[in-house]
């Protein structure tokens, strides 16, 4: 019980500095923000470890994030391959292929006002599909490896982006158009001078919407076949044989990879859009 009191206090005065930081006036400031979100981190961590510790918590149900933070330590290999096969090959591939397929598509459909009405209805019933109905079909389709995961990703990624990018390019207003039309543009000039500009904001926020989906997507694909490697995979066998803690660490894998991969769109989009008022200050 020593244990939770301790982490209980910790938290509580962790929590306190973390209210004072924000509120001061340096809250603006890199250091600030760094130290707030991480601070906070560290203080559910050991918060964590005060109540498996505390009240003799089975590392069945839950284990502490010591031993998590070992079986982390001693398993760098396994996890390596298993972000290499998931991440690297399967939701990076099928992140890029949806992308790119999605803006394409979505330029198509600004040029045919047939497939604005006809398109993006079926892509929005095809958006609601559950993925644990369409991920064992791609598997049976594209085998076992990176490919049928890849497949799950472009089905995921898709709809989001193509609906983001399809709304930006209409973002551009009537005046700023016929000024196109006044100048004699044409429609790939107005296109990548105008409208395209215009619609990076949405793109990238579709972009970043699909960042954790294609994630989500090659993890849960791996439940239905795969190499003998992969998160999925690693995830579903340690929970049969009961190595919580490496699927623990499979889990924090997962998440430092997601949040490196929004990072880096999130970095991209705030040097492409500096303009846009919702970079700016």
């Not at 961590?45 to 994030?65: D, H, K, M």
């Not at 849960?220 to 992969?230: C, H, K, L, T």
């Amino acid at each position: 019980m020593s244990w939770f009191i301790a982490s209980l206090v910790f938290w509580i005065c962790a929590w306190f500095l973390n209210v004072r930081l924000a509120s001061s006036k340096a809250s603006d400031t890199l250091v600030v923000r760094i130290i707030v979100p991480l601070l906070f981190g560290i203080s559910i961590l050991v918060l964590w470890e005060g109540l498996v510790r505390g009240f003799n918590v089975s590392q069945v149900i839950l284990p502490a994030p010591s031993q998590i933070g070992a079986t982390f330590a001693s398993s760098l290999e396994t996890l390596w391959i298993d972000f290499q096969q998931t991440v690297l090959k399967g939701a990076l591939r099928g992140f890029a292929i949806g992308a790119a397929a999605a803006f394409f598509t979505a330029i198509l459909i600004d040029r045919s006002s047939f497939l604005t009405r006809g398109l993006l209805p079926i892509g929005n019933f095809v958006a609601a599909l559950p993925i644990v109905g369409i991920a064992p079909i791609l598997v049976n389709w594209f085998g076992f490896d990176w490919q049928s995961k890849a497949a799950v990703v472009v089905v995921m990624v898709f709809f989001p982006i193509l609906v983001n990018t399809v709304q930006g390019l209409r973002e551009a207003d009537t005046m700023q158009r016929d000024l196109m039309r006044t100048y004699a543009a044409g429609y790939t000039q107005t296109l990548l001078k105008l409208r395209l500009p215009a619609a990076l904001p949405f793109i990238f926020n579709g972009l970043k919407i699909a960042t954790t989906l294609a994630l989500i997507g090659a993890i849960v694909a791996e439940y239905f076949g795969s190499p003998i490697r992969g998160m999925g995979f690693r995830i579903s066998t340690g929970v049969g044989s009961l190595s919580i803690d490496l699927v623990w660490a499979e889990i924090a894998v997962a998440a430092l990879a997601g949040s490196a991969f929004y990072g880096i769109v999130a970095f991209i989009e705030k040097r492409v859009t500096f303009w846009h008022p919702s970079q700016r200050g």
